[in-house]
């Protein structure tokens, strides 16, 4: 039998999300339901939104229609209904369980309590930070999903709101709820809210980022279509039937993947062509068979060929990450760049997609959608999986600082060790500071496979870092015979030598170049044979290098005006100055300078020493 495979046209890169989340026509289509909209009707009578509408027809039901519309539960719709009256117009709990007996009464009563804000904020709390907090005690999908609809009903009416309050509100979405929705694996339910979001935002960097991305080779439907007809093909030939199918990343998820890449110098942040899941191509297998998945994975690799990107491999159906499972392949395409190809059964895309929700909807197994949810001081709330501890707290609350700026954490108020376990609401404090927690292979045996991961990455920068200290302090050793303290002064003035050296040495940058000779990749007989080499000698360059060490008290206005005029009077000429406060007020500064003989090199270091200006260092190579 000729397997069939299916190639879904793609007619619209960016087809409007909103006319997928509209919840059309409510209608009431059990008893009870009904009895909740006459009864919401009568609460929220008279109260109108900052648009002029009814609040009840307009907010509530929106609520409550796309709820319904996505999950189907009674007591779920019913409290969408009433997820306000408690809150606005001072109904009880009790009168719920009254007006509902029994378990449908209990079941929406626990419902509109964990998404009702708290009036009262306790320990001088800010209400939102509060609101999140108790909803985190609610580890509940009915909970977390009504407040998801309440703040995406929110979001689309947010132009009614204040100018000032806008951008407010849309980071939270992004900060709160667009993680929220992630951590329950509810992918395009996220991308909706945050790319509704990022306008209001950042509304010059959505700006930018749009127009880059709207105007990326790789979402032009002529190359789109061939793509996914060979890859229809692919399937075709190995008998495997299912359908080719496109994701287009959001605007938001996109730009912070770049920022992390470009944090990790694996891209520049003015080109997306580095971010391979801009464009997904899923291959997705009708059969739950999920062998046939790996079946068709070296097929896959070999018609990507040259073009396949060996060091960027996923297989999240053997190790699934937060509900999600696929197999994932990237290639680097000339002209073009990167683009993932995904491979997974139907079941376990439409997980990918809709996460608890499918699986509420197909009577899975949904215990691994119990997310932690914790805070930061201003609000900013983060999911982690239960069992994490504050080390993987502080790395999902500041991944960008590569977990090497942590000084102390607070949770709750309170000083906290980096292997304590956390809790559904606490509080998150990281302290900065000078005296800094050196990141340790041992953290590994706390972390969660997240952090983990991540802090691999940074044990290995640690290293790197340490690595090219050393590596300067020999190539400074090396360099002084040469009339030199720092190659930078030499990639100033004569990159072209620098760029020889870096070539003829096989090394990337300066820094890589300091690291590979502090780890003993480059050996230091090598390293003078190519300064040689490539002309950074004295008798080429005929420099001389000053570098000086200033105290705090020397630091005024004119001294390093009457620091470098010594040179003049001994008659230097400076090609470089290089000057830095540090942080406990002293000063450096280093100038390279011609002209000037080993007398003369004499004569001007005793000016320094009797210059009347204290300094801790007088260094002339």
Wanted: with cysteine.
């Amino acid at each position: 039998m000729v397997a069939k495979v299916t190639i879904t046209p793609v007619k619209d890169i960016r087809p409007r999300l909103e006319d997928e989340f509209a919840p059309g026509e409510f209608i009431p289509r059990t008893p009870a339901i009904a009895e909740a909209y006459a009864w919401g009707q009568e609460l929220h009578k008279g109260q109108y939104r900052l648009s002029g509408e009814p609040y009840f027809e307009t907010h509530c039901v929106w609520v409550a229609g796309f709820l319904d519309k996505l999950i189907g539960r009674e007591a779920w719709t019913i409290a969408a209904l009433l997820h306000d009256a408690v809150e606005d117009q001072g109904e009880t709990l009790d009168a719920i369980r009254e007006r509902f007996p029994g378990p449908l009464g209990e079941e929406v009563a626990y419902i509109v309590d964990g998404v009702t804000k708290i009036s009262n904020p306790r320990d001088g709390r800010t209400r939102e930070i509060e609101t999140l907090r108790k909803l985190a005690q609610f580890r509940d999908p009915g909970v977390y999903l009504v407040k998801l609809a309440d703040k995406s009903h929110n979001l689309l009416t947010l132009h009614h709101m204040p100018e000032h309050k806008r951008q407010q509100k849309a980071l939270e979405v992004i900060r709160a709820y667009g993680k929220l929705a992630g951590i329950l694996n509810c992918y395009r339910w996220r991308r909706w809210l945050e790319d509704l979001a990022f306008p209001y935002a950042d509304p010059e960097t959505y700006a930018f980022v749009k127009e880059k991305i709207d105007a990326d080779p790789r979402l032009d439907l002529s190359f789109i279509h061939p793509m996914m007809e060979q890859l229809g093909n692919l399937m075709e030939d190995s008998g495997i039937g299912g359908s080719v199918e496109l994701t287009v990343n959001g605007y938001w998820q996109t730009w912070q993947k770049l920022r992390r890449m470009a944090r990790a110098r694996r891209a520049s942040m003015d080109s997306f062509m580095a971010v391979n899941d801009l464009v997904s191509f899923r291959l997705v297998v009708e059969s739950q068979d999920e062998s046939q998945c790996y079946q068709l994975l070296p097929k896959v690799n070999r018609f990507l060929g040259p073009y396949l990107d060996q060091n960027r491999f996923d297989d999240y159906i053997a190790c699934p990450q937060n509900g999600y499972r696929a197999l994932q392949i990237t290639a680097w395409l000339p002209d073009l760049g990167a683009i993932e190809v995904a491979i997974a059964t139907r079941e376990m895309e439409e997980e990918n997609h809709w996460g608890v929700v499918y699986a509420l909807k197909q009577g899975k197994d949904i215990s691994h959608y119990r997310p932690i949810e914790i805070f930061t001081p201003s609000g900013s709330a983060r999911f982690l999986p239960e069992g994490s501890t504050v080390l993987d707290a502080i790395a999902s609350i500041q991944q960008e600082f590569l977990l090497d700026k942590i000084s102390a954490v607070k949770v709750n108020g309170n000083l906290a060790r980096l292997s304590d376990h956390i809790q559904p609401g606490d509080i998150v404090e990281v302290i900065t500071g000078n005296n800094r927690l050196s990141p340790s292979e041992e953290w590994l045996a706390f972390s969660n496979p997240s952090t983990a991961r991540l802090l691999r990455g940074v044990l290995v920068t640690e290293a790197l870092k340490r690595s090219a200290e050393k590596g300067r302090q020999i190539a400074k050793q090396l360099l002084k015979e040469r009339g030199l303290l720092a190659l930078e002064d030499v990639q100033a003035l004569e990159p072209t030598r620098v760029d020889n050296l870096l070539e003829q040495l096989a090394c990337a940058s300066l820094e890589d170049f300091y690291a590979a000779l502090g780890s003993g990749a480059i050996r230091l007989q090598e390293v003078s044979q190519t300064l040689d080499r490539v002309g950074i000698t004295n008798d080429t360059l005929q420099w001389t290098t000053i570098q000086l060490l200033g105290s705090a008290q020397a630091n005024r206005p004119g001294t390093l005006a009457r620091l470098a005029s010594l040179v003049s009077q001994a008659g230097g000429n400076i090609l470089r100055s290089v000057n830095n406060t540090l942080p406990d007020g002293r000063f450096s500064l280093r100038l390279v300078v011609s002209n000037l003989s080993p007398e003369h090199c004499e004569l001007l270091y005793q000016a320094y020493l009797k210059c009347g200006i204290e300094l801790e260092v007088v260094e002339i190579t």
